[in-house]
């Protein structure tokens, strides 16, 4: 037997060996973790529905409940040694003091939409803190306020603040079924955000379990960390429990309109000029065009949200942008509560319960952002009509900036992306068959490459809440601020830098990490 077969017979034996080992350490770190918690939770009866392992029941579900994108719902997908279901935020503190102990890392979950799975994925042995159970929601309109536990969904948010009051209403996204946890840490997009901010523009106070298991409000975390939680992801500096919000004031109609123009009908024109007025249109005005290909043709949804009457709507509109040519039969108006609704997909007349469901649809999904400071030109969007028609399954959303977000500073908050973008994109590809991830992924990253000319520069900006791994991603423990800059400066921009520092402060060990987590300073000269 020569060298080179011998080593050949022993690569399998040692792959073997070696996964062997790992099996028994996770195993060994997963009973320790389970032993450390049982003796923190004070009902030793409640434990098993607390902490379920994987030989629990009720394990399986309750993974797959709460994976919005199906691409990480497969049987090569790395699977947590626990997952926890808190129900008092003691419990919370005793997970992270357990699995900070054992060396397990944590993924916390409210609404499980991390658009690439981290708040229910990594290749190291992990534990999901799933805080579907800590979702109450104490809605205050005498004081224009409302304390919102991170499980909740923005569906139960919104429909918590129309059972005290239609004329109150919360700036965040349109997808009801998204948790409040990690949206509200990430920045917070939503029909109102030109009139109002961000939804973390719109956090009073927070709560926080922090590295050390402490809980934390907003006097005891201090300024810096509450300015980081606000945009800069709450995953990265602990476990966020609760959101203090400030509830906006909304008329008691609104206008929603829907109009869709084809590319025969002159819907690059129409797009061209919407570039031009969107962001410097009054900030109670949203037109949120939305781009699909389908039978050989482009066509632009204009869908709008006006805080008024239709009549002025159409002063506006006459005013603006007369070629839209929007009528009476295209516009509706509703109550704020309806238009929530409406721009989820539901008929206005839906009973508002539905609202309270956690899962809308799941989808197997790959999804990019970009932000435009320049308007496109003719020719560029010409070209991305041939790209979009390559695959009939795609979407781009585009989102108009302007108003209150050209007014609040780009370092206000850990959110950078304020005066001077006229609108954001989020592309999306959707498919069926996890066998075609590929190709459709393949396609995702033609069309992003495409844009490049068109999009912001220096560095080309993207949203965090539209997580997007091909950015770049941190090493299996400490990631250097430089490698970090990659994706973090994209982000963040010049708030990346603000963002390490806090969590050098907060976090030393770098306990809370995970491939876009933000980094510490090393001893070095970083």
Same mark, same amino acid.
């Given at each position: 037997?020569?060298?080179? @077969?011998?080593?050949?017979?022993?690569?399998?034996?040692?792959?073997i %060996?070696l996964?062997?080992?790992?099996?028994?350490?996770?195993?060994?770190?997963? *009973?320790?973790?389970?032993?450390?918690?049982?003796s923190?939770?004070q009902n030793?009866?409640s434990?098993?529905?607390? #902490?379920l @392992?994987?030989t629990?029941?009720?394990y399986?579900s309750?993974?797959?409940?709460?994976?919005?994108?199906?691409?990480?719902s497969n049987?090569s997908?790395?699977k947590?040694?626990a997952?926890?279901?808190p129900?008092d935020?003691?419990h919370v503190?005793?997970a992270?003091?357990?699995?900070?102990?054992?060396?397990?890392q944590i993924?916390s979950r409210?609404? $499980?939409?991390d658009y690439e799975?981290?708040?229910?994925v990594s290749?190291a042995?992990?534990i999901?803190?799933?805080?579907?159970n800590?979702r109450?929601?104490? !809605?205050? #309109?005498? &004081?224009?306020?409302?304390w919102?536990?991170?499980?909740?969904t923005? $569906?139960?948010?919104?429909y918590?603040i129309?059972?005290?009051?239609?004329v109150?209403g919360f700036? +965040?996204?349109?997808c009801?079924?998204?948790g409040?946890?990690?949206?509200?840490?990430?920045?917070?997009?939503?029909?109102?955000?030109?009139k109002?901010?961000?939804a973390?523009? &719109?956090?009073?106070d927070?709560?926080i379990?922090?590295?050390n $298991?402490?809980i934390?409000?907003?006097?005891?975390m201090?300024?810096?960390?509450?300015?980081?939680?606000r945009?800069?992801?709450?995953?990265?500096?602990?476990v966020?429990?609760?959101?203090?919000?400030? /509830?906006?004031p909304?008329?008691p109609t609104v206008?929603v309109?829907?109009i869709?123009?084809?590319? *025969?009908?002159?819907a690059t024109?129409?797009?061209?000029?919407w570039?031009?007025i969107?962001?410097k249109l009054?900030?109670? %005005?949203?037109?949120?065009?939305?781009?699909?290909?389908?039978?050989?043709?482009? @066509?632009?949804?204009?869908?709008?949200?006006?805080?008024?009457?239709?009549?002025?709507?159409f002063?506006?509109m006459?005013?603006?942008?007369p070629?839209l040519s929007?009528g009476k039969s295209?516009?509706?108006?509703?109550?704020w509560?309806?238009s929530?609704?409406?721009f +989820?997909g539901?008929?206005?007349h839906?009973? /508002?319960?539905?609202? %309270?469901?956690?899962r809308?649809?799941? #989808?197997?999904f790959?999804?990019k952002?970009d932000?435009?400071?320049?308007?496109?030109?003719?020719?560029?969007l010409?070209?991305l009509?041939q790209?979009l028609l390559e695959?009939?399954?795609?979407?781009?959303?585009?989102?108009?900036?302007g108003g209150?977000m050209? *007014?609040?500073s780009d370092?206000?908050? +850990?959110f950078?992306?304020?005066r001077?973008?006229m609108?954001?994109i989020q592309?999306m590809?959707v498919?069926?068959?996890?066998?075609?991830t590929?190709?459709?992924?393949?396609f995702?990253?033609?069309l992003?490459?495409?844009?490049?000319p068109?999009?912001?520069?220096?560095?080309? +900006?993207?949203?965090?809440?539209?997580?997007?791994?091909?950015?770049?991603?941190?090493? &299996?423990g400490n990631?250097s601020?430089a490698?970090?800059s990659?994706w973090?400066?994209?982000?963040?921009?010049n708030?990346?830098?603000?963002? !390490?520092?806090?969590?050098?402060?907060?976090?030393p060990?770098?306990?809370?990490?995970n491939?876009q987590?933000?980094?510490v300073?090393?001893?070095?000269r970083?």
């Amino acid at each position: 037997m020569n060298m080179e @077969t011998s080593h050949a017979k022993l690569f399998p034996l040692l792959f073997i %060996l070696l996964n062997s080992a790992w099996s028994i350490a996770s195993s060994s770190i997963s *009973e320790n973790f389970v032993q450390c918690l049982s003796s923190h939770i004070q009902n030793s009866n409640s434990s098993n529905e607390i #902490i379920l @392992t994987r030989t629990s029941s009720a394990y399986p579900s309750v993974l797959d409940s709460s994976i919005q994108n199906l691409r990480f719902s497969n049987n090569s997908t790395p699977k947590p040694e626990a997952i926890i279901t808190p129900f008092d935020e003691s419990h919370v503190q005793a997970a992270v003091i357990c699995s900070k102990k054992n060396g397990v890392q944590i993924r916390s979950r409210s609404g $499980g939409h991390d658009y690439e799975g981290l708040s229910y994925v990594s290749r190291a042995p992990f534990i999901i803190i799933d805080l579907f159970n800590l979702r109450s929601i104490d !809605v205050d #309109i005498e &004081n224009e306020s409302a304390w919102v536990k991170s499980g909740a969904t923005l $569906g139960e948010v919104y429909y918590s603040i129309a059972q005290k009051s239609i004329v109150y209403g919360f700036p +965040a996204a349109t997808c009801p079924t998204v948790g409040v946890g990690g949206h509200i840490s990430g920045g917070g997009i939503g029909t109102i955000f030109r009139k109002y901010g961000l939804a973390s523009d &719109n956090v009073i106070d927070a709560r926080i379990v922090d590295v050390n $298991g402490r809980i934390l409000d907003r006097k005891s975390m201090g300024e810096e960390l509450f300015w980081a939680i606000r945009g800069g992801g709450g995953s990265s500096f602990g476990v966020i429990l609760a959101w203090k919000l400030r /509830l906006v004031p909304v008329p008691p109609t609104v206008t929603v309109c829907h109009i869709t123009k084809t590319k *025969e009908q002159g819907a690059t024109k129409l797009l061209l000029k919407w570039q031009n007025i969107a962001d410097k249109l009054p900030e109670e %005005l949203f037109i949120r065009p939305v781009l699909r290909s389908g039978d050989k043709t482009i @066509t632009v949804e204009f869908g709008s949200l006006f805080l008024g009457p239709v009549e002025k709507l159409f002063h506006l509109m006459q005013d603006n942008f007369p070629e839209l040519s929007l009528g009476k039969s295209h516009c509706t108006e509703m109550s704020w509560i309806q238009s929530v609704l409406d721009f +989820a997909g539901y008929s206005i007349h839906e009973s /508002l319960e539905i609202l %309270l469901k956690r899962r809308q649809f799941s #989808i197997i999904f790959k999804a990019k952002s970009d932000f435009v400071t320049e308007p496109i030109s003719e020719a560029g969007l010409e070209g991305l009509w041939q790209m979009l028609l390559e695959e009939n399954t795609s979407f781009m959303i585009l989102t108009p900036y302007g108003g209150k977000m050209s *007014e609040i500073s780009d370092s206000e908050t +850990a959110f950078p992306h304020r005066r001077g973008n006229m609108y954001e994109i989020q592309y999306m590809v959707v498919w069926d068959d996890g066998k075609d991830t590929e190709k459709y992924v393949g396609f995702m990253r033609r069309l992003y490459a495409y844009m490049a000319p068109y999009v912001s520069k220096s560095p080309r +900006a993207a949203y965090l809440n539209y997580r997007d791994l091909d950015l770049g991603r941190n090493n &299996n423990g400490n990631t250097s601020y430089a490698k970090a800059s990659i994706w973090g400066l994209k982000y963040f921009k010049n708030n990346f830098r603000k963002l !390490v520092h806090v969590k050098t402060l907060v976090d030393p060990g770098n306990f809370f990490r995970n491939e876009q987590s933000i980094p510490v300073f090393s001893s070095g000269r970083e």
